[in-house]
């Protein structure tokens, strides 16, 4: 596992030199890559939501492909459309933005419910039905999509079935005064994501992907662990709609890539707890009553993971 995490750090350093003082925000997106899952960044404009986003495609020696989203934009914007070709008097498809390793969409939820609904194949089955013709998009697949929870005016809300197709949503937050001062000194001359080089190729990283899929342990115990943890946000009288069981598989890649990234070939129930957050807080659907009253969907995985014992380990 010592390989494995030298070339996890190495690309997490790579990231960070873009994203000044954010380093475990940094690994959780870059967990989440090698996860083969989706991540959906969500705060305030001006923290660095796109600089993150695009420092991870510039980090890897892969395709990828930017996607401004606006309420103009069309599902075949997207997707890719079928053209007549006059010469053979026949139509051909025309591959659109999603065909790439990393799909950068930026502002997601100002693209009309239409648009939003043409990622939902293509996200969860890695295919792109069109004219009755699947097209499968190339390995791996990871869209890294930006949004701003505040700014209403224009946009509209992720539906739930799309949301729950992110493994993970994350958060950057504002940096301290120190961390500020060192994104101006570093700005001055222009961005350093554009002058960010890659420092993986697509094959490394998909080796990073299988030696999480093959070398790290997951005990049964974990497994009713992170079950019950789901389940309890469904029994809570705050919420409306409780993680699916796609959550829980969310939770179990993510620890897994933890476990990794910190030398270990088995998961523990700390991973568990650490991921929590990211991968199911926004796959809660919370009752009005509740959010009047101040409840997030943080406070119910928080106290699903109290509510839950933590399973012991076995004595040897």
Known sequence: MRAFVQRFDRLVSNVCLAVRGKDEVVRQAVGCVLAEGHLLIEDVPGVGKTSLARSIAASVALTWNRIQFTPDLLPSDVTGISVFDQATSSFSFRPGPVFANIVL?????????????????????RTVTTD??????????????????????????????????????????????EQEALVLRAEKDEPVVASLAPVMTGDELLDLVEVVKCNV???????????????????????RLGVSPRGGIALLRAARVVAAAEGRSYVSPDDVKAMAGPTLAHRIIMRSEAELRGVSAHDIVERALAAVPVPRRPKS
């Open 132 to 177: 009755a013709t699947v097209y499968r998009v190339p390995r791996p697949f990871v869209v890294v999509a930006t949004q701003n929870p505040i700014d209403l005016e224009g946009t509209y809300a992720l539906p739930e079935a799309q949301l729950d197709r992110f493994l993970m949503r994350i958060e950057i937050g504002y940096p301290s005064p």
């Open 217 to 239: 342990e997951v005990s049964a115990a974990l497994e009713d662990y992170i079950v019950a943890i789901c389940a309890e946000t469904r029994n809570r009288s705050e919420v």
């Open 105 to 125: 969409g930026d502002e997601i939820n100002r693209a009309s419910p239409k648009t939003q609904s043409a990622l939902l194949e293509v996200m969860q089955e």
